[in-house]
């Protein structure tokens, strides 16, 4: 079992900046696949971005890439989502995801996480 706790969601202006955090606990972070993924009001959930736990391999949706940056620190056992550039397009509840056990193909899929996060919210103002 993995219990995944999301923070440092809030509320910003557009352009600015914030890191949000996923601790994890129950499993190590480097011998699980973690994935961000958000869902707006109204809308279905979708995928973020995602690091692998070999090599560290991280890959992003189209419309963060460049701005947001995914990395693990693993003595903390935690997982960081570093948003910078923030749009009022980007405002979310933002989710941490893990497995331990997925192919490359369904790292962009959420069905395909067994644990998940409670979500932090995160809302830019224009």
């Known amino acids: 079992q993995v219990l995944l706790v999301e923070s440092g969601g809030g509320l910003v202006q557009a352009g600015g900046s914030l890191r949000l955090s996923c601790a994890a606990s129950?499993?190590?972070?480097?011998?699980?696949?973690m994935g961000w993924f958000r869902q707006a009001p109204g809308k279905e959930r979708e995928f973020v971005a995602v690091?692998?736990?070999?090599?560290?391999?991280?890959y992003y949706a189209d419309s963060v890439k460049g701005r947001f940056t995914i990395s693990r620190d693993n003595a903390k056992n935690t997982v960081y989502l570093q948003m910078n550039s923030l749009k009022p397009e980007d405002t979310a509840v933002y989710y941490c995801?893990?497995?331990?056990?997925?192919?490359?193909?369904?790292?962009?899929?959420?069905?395909?996480?067994?644990?998940w996060g409670q979500g932090t919210q995160v809302t830019v103002s224009s």
């Open positions: 995801a893990a497995d331990d056990s997925i192919t490359f193909g369904s790292m962009f899929l959420g069905p395909a996480y067994d644990y």
């Open positions: 129950g499993r190590t972070v480097s011998s699980l696949v």
């Open positions: 690091i692998t736990w070999t090599r560290e391999r991280t």
